[in-house]
């Protein structure tokens, strides 16, 4: 990562292996100004560049990019993790927050605490959570949130 980007290099071992320079060259680059975290999906069919509330991913299948800005203040040392091969998962002001890859179909799930990133059953039926106590005041408790529409 360097300060307005973030490359992308492809089986950089073998390159290095294959060519008299010690130093591989990238295979493609995301813009994003100061970087902070890049990470992969589930499936490893996107890399992610994030910057607060920016974000830039690479679609390793298709090639294409995409390049979007939350409207939510997120602070800088926060980041993204992904729920899945497609979606992405932040807690944002008090709850959790679930959106697609390329910004799309953001849905607010439930309630939970800031730096405890929620979990979900294999299936991706039931969203677990530490969130604020409803009965006990100043307390926080484990939730879970049934996520199946009949």
Known sequence: MAGGEAYIYKDPLNQAKQTSSSTPVPFTDL????????????NAQFILAQSGPRFAVYDIDSGQRY????????PITQQATWMDGDRILLVLDGKT???????TNRQTLSSSVAGLPPFFDQAYTNLYNIAPSIQVPDRTALTRTLLTVK
Do not use: M
């Open 97 to 103: 927050v679930v959106f697609d890859y390329d910004g």
């Open 67 to 74: 390049f979007y800005q939350l409207k939510d203040q997120v």
């Open 31 to 42: 813009r994003i100004d100061q970087p902070a975290f890049v990470s992969f999906s589930a």
